[in-house]
């Protein structure tokens, strides 16, 4: 019968291409690892790894082998969830990845409140791009994320809003449009803007704006630091969509009902995946937020 710590072993293995480096992740000695891969390879009745120089590389059993041994420890990992939801106590590590800009903007006061009031639990938060953060919910490596939600529905993923996130169109103050009146479109599209890049939600807003009348932005720069864009903006580098949040006296809004719209931010988790309690007790918090309403109690 094969054994769970041969199976998470190849598993480090393979992800690292390394049998030092799996040995450090798993706080083995690099002895104890190649004795556990001998002794599956030996289970199995085949070679999972060949050795090829200094490089460490999958045979074809190997590569058969991984997603269904990944698979195994995604249910191990599920089945510690499902024991965390009989504990009294919000305790154990709850990994969540969040947007550069929410974490800064609207998150501070929830992590503040949940390590008050769950001083066991052990926050892990990965601060990256909306859409990378949805990858890393999907794989499983995060039990939850904060983003800008996505206008497509997927039947993996769960998605709860939080907080509408109206977009602003800007310029700076010395742009030729900003004292324009009645600005269509069209009159918009022949100037250069700064956007986030292609693959995000925020641009495919954009471009939908645009798109409906056969339009489409000349977008002179891509940053997906909101920031950065709003600097870009203030000095003369082009219009933007931007939160209204990041809206400040440097810049000048331009007034178009085609270009009043707004994203949605809030919380995804998969749906074949059992929250622990620190994940409920978080994604409480941020429900709580969302109504408005004080959640001084402790979960249930």
Request: with cysteine.
């Amino acid at each position: 019968m094969m054994d769970i710590a041969e199976l998470l072993t190849f598993i480090k293995v393979a992800e690292t291409k390394s049998f030092s480096e799996a040995a450090l992740r798993l706080f083995v000695t690099q002895p104890a690892i190649s004795k556990r891969i001998a002794a599956l390879e030996s289970t199995l009745g085949v070679k999972l790894f060949d050795r090829i120089g200094r490089q460490i590389i999958l045979t074809e059993a190997g590569t058969r082998l991984l997603p269904k041994a990944q698979k195994i420890a995604y249910d191990l990992k599920d089945i510690q969830h499902s024991m965390t939801l009989q504990m009294d106590d919000v305790s154990g590590e709850l990994r969540l990845a969040t947007s550069h800009h929410i974490g800064l903007r609207r998150l501070p006061t929830i992590l503040k409140k949940f390590q008050v009031r769950y001083p066991q639990a052990k926050l892990d938060i990965e601060f990256t791009q909306s859409e990378e953060a949805y990858q890393q919910v999907l794989r499983g490596e995060v039990e939850i994320g904060i983003i800008t939600l996505s206008n497509q529905d997927d039947h993996l993923m769960e998605s709860m809003p939080i907080w509408s996130d109206p977009l602003t169109c800007v310029v700076s103050r010395d742009h030729p449009l900003a004292k324009v009146k009645n600005l269509d479109l069209a009159e918009l599209a022949n100037h250069p803007c700064v956007l986030p890049n292609e693959n995000t939600f925020t641009r495919q807003i954009a471009e939908q704006v645009f798109g409906k009348q056969g339009l489409k932005p000349q977008v002179r720069m891509n940053t997906n630091h909101l920031e950065t864009l709003a600097m870009l903006v203030s000095i003369g580098w082009g219009w933007s969509l931007l939160p209204s949040t990041l809206v400040d006296d440097k810049l000048i809004v331009l007034n178009h009902p085609d270009l009043n719209v707004e994203r949605r931010l809030g919380i995804i988790h998969h749906k074949q995946r059992t929250l622990s309690r620190a994940a409920l007790a978080f994604i409480e918090l941020l429900q709580a937020e969302s109504l408005n309403v004080d959640a001084d109690s402790p979960t249930e």
